[in-house]
């Protein structure tokens, strides 16, 4: 969603809550991860290829320190 305007943003973001209602599983591949967090059940990070970090995304979330080890933030 980088570089998107905020309007189309937040669509996207609408209709991926839509789907996920539906119990249909989708690939959400972005750099704002506390949108994915918030908007999924379970996240990956991948770095070079390989999964560094997964697990259910409240969980993620919770762990800053994981986040900030694995993404440097």
Do not use: C, F, N
């Amino acid at each position: 969603t980088e570089g998107l305007a905020p309007l189309i943003v937040a669509e996207i973001w609408r209709v991926i809550g839509q789907i996920r209602e539906t119990g249909i599983s989708t690939l959400i591949v972005d750099r704002d991860y506390r949108r994915v967090l918030s908007h999924t059940d379970r996240a990956a990070v991948m770095e070079k290829g390989r999964i560094v970090l997964a697990g259910a995304s409240d969980t993620l979330a919770a762990d800053t320190g994981a986040l900030a080890q694995t993404l440097g933030v």
